[in-house]
């Protein structure tokens, strides 16, 4: 643009240059300020296409600033959904994981479960047995079945002793599975809300 400017004053200078040769008298003075007011003006013009052009050059520079701070922003932001996609899905492996750990807990549980049952029934079936025993020795009262009876009666209460505490065992683990399940359906609905689009 200073290029433009400075074509523009030559242009004027050759066209002034003829004129200004012939004698001063004989340019009419009308003539003479309406060239100064043009020289005048197209000095004015130069100057304030040379302000636009510095102005525009500087909203230029500055434009290209602020893209460079938005392309170094977009690929940081890019990184970063880059570095959160990678994360969901690691969770979500672990998740899995746990999810398959957890059903194999409670298939054991359940089989557990099922074996405490059958043993609180026997346990039952030899209460009964042990109760007819002690009816049956009463009436016969021997000594040495007498000891017997009493070794069984404590084997029985043993036995009735741990069952009971397999059961609160179980109980424990189940408890245990129900607040491990909360806990993964909570950080699979937050996985879920953080998937869906903003």
Not at 22 to 47: D, I, K, M, R, Y
Not at 151 to 164: E, M, N, P, R
Request: proline share 3%; net charge negative.
């Amino acid at each position: 643009m200073p290029a433009l400017t400075l074509c523009l004053l030559c242009a004027l200078a050759t066209a002034v240059g003829p004129v200004s040769a012939a004698p001063v008298g004989s340019l009419e003075p009308a003539q003479h300020e309406e060239l100064t007011l043009l020289f005048h003006g197209a000095l004015q013009l130069g100057q304030a296409l040379n302000n636009v052009y510095k102005a525009t050059e500087a909203r230029l520079v500055e434009a290209r600033h602020s893209i460079g701070l938005y392309g170094r922003a977009l690929g940081l932001l890019g990184q970063e959904v880059s570095q959160g996609r990678d994360a969901t899905q690691e969770l979500q492996a672990s998740l899995l994981k746990m999810q398959r750990e957890e059903d194999a807990l409670k298939l054991q549980a359940e089989a557990t479960a099922q074996v405490l049952q059958e043993m609180a029934q026997g346990q039952q079936v030899l209460r009964e047995r042990m109760q007819q025993l002690e009816v049956q020795l009463r009436g016969a009262w021997l000594g040495h079945a007498h000891q017997e009876f009493e070794a069984l009666k404590a084997h029985a209460d043993q036995q009735s002793y741990i069952l009971w505490a397999l059961k609160g065992h179980v109980q424990r683990q189940r408890q245990e599975m129900a607040a491990q399940q909360h806990r993964l359906r909570q950080i699979q609905e937050r996985l879920h809300t953080a998937a869906l689009p903003a």
